[in-house]
């Protein structure tokens, strides 16, 4: 009996080092090793100009490893994601010293042949604005790529793409080595997401519309590791420094109610919304807007110029938008 107590004793003092923490998903999402940013204008590798409209996936079947080879599987979470967002949160879990980080691009099996009414309008599973589903059986899109490209050489975008996958073939193991210590209580998974790397080698003219199982949706889904889609993120050497983030707000003319606004802002504060139109009339305010994301103008507006201005403490922006009807 004496030989054990001395064991059970190093057991509660492991135990007791681990702690619960909050644990963040950061995903930096950057096209040719540049931030991305809806609507700016890239070079695909063949050259072209192509810009993006709305970038999206499903992540699933998460795993964390930690504290030497320890594994904790996030039952239930699915994260959707969107190109213009970086911040995810996956919940608070009794882990300390992150290892290794595992998930699969799109949605399980089982999940997959289920339906968006199983869940809330909340849920990454549930109805979403765009949609996010091909209904049923085809299930969910795993990766979706909306855009326009260049198809006649004068380097403006003007031919529509959508590549948006579907089908459990398209699920895509991802295994990752991160190394992540906690900061008062949080922990960041930090990932570099190349969305350039997604469409390498396919010829987005000539992809038209596609929400299938394609071949060339395959390829784009196949990319994620054959061409190392994510990458942990690696601390710049000492003395350099990372360039400050800075803000950006775009219309996505997409929707035929009103135009979606894409936002991502410098500071991570609650920010207001004011929206007005040219002739400086309040139309919509709003408080406790979030830092980034997608706010859907929802009110009828009439035909004109609006601004729409987010303030917080620290920052004021105003983005100009369209509506025509």
Request: aromatic letters at 12%; glycine letters at 6%; hydrophobic letters at 35%.
């Amino acid at each position: 009996m004496k030989k054990i107590i001395p064991f059970l004793s190093v057991l509660l003092i492991a135990c007791s080092m681990q702690a619960q923490n909050d644990v963040n998903l950061i995903l930096n999402h950057q096209f040719d090793g540049v931030a991305f940013v809806y609507n700016d204008v890239y070079a695909d590798d063949s050259g072209r100009a192509i810009r993006f409209d709305r970038v999206q996936y499903y992540m699933s079947s998460l795993e964390i490893i930690h504290d030497g080879g320890q594994t904790t599987t996030l039952t239930d979470v699915y994260v959707l994601t969107n190109g213009n967002v970086s911040n995810y949160s996956l919940g608070n879990y009794n882990v300390n010293n992150i290892e290794g980080f595992n998930f699969n691009l799109g949605v399980d099996s089982v999940a997959n042949h289920g339906n968006t009414s199983n869940y809330s309008t909340l849920h990454p599973l549930g109805p979403q604005t765009p949609k996010m589903d091909w209904d049923w059986p085809a299930g969910y899109f795993f990766l979706l790529l909306d855009g326009k490209v260049d198809n006649d050489g004068d380097g403006t975008p003007e031919k529509t793409f959508q590549m948006r996958a579907i089908g459990d073939m398209m699920l895509k193991e991802v295994d990752l080595t991160v190394s992540s210590t906690p900061t008062t209580g949080v922990i960041n998974i930090t990932l570099n997401v190349h969305v350039d790397k997604w469409i390498k080698n396919i010829d987005v003219a000539a992809v038209g519309i596609d929400h299938s199982s394609s071949l060339t949706n395959q390829s784009m889904c196949e990319n994620t590791n054959t061409n190392q889609v994510f990458e942990p993120y690696q601390e710049p050497s000492t003395g350099i420094s990372l360039p400050k983030k800075t803000s950006y707000i775009t219309s996505d003319y997409s929707m035929t109610y009103a135009p979606v606004l894409n936002y991502s802002l410098s500071y991570k504060e609650s920010y207001s919304l004011l929206i007005t139109d040219i002739n400086g009339k309040r139309i919509i305010e709003e408080e406790q807007i979030g830092f980034e994301g997608n706010y859907f103008i929802l009110k009828e507006l009439k035909s004109g110029v609006y601004f729409a201005t987010f303030l917080c403490n620290s920052e004021v922006i105003t983005h100009k938008f369209i509506v025509q009807r």
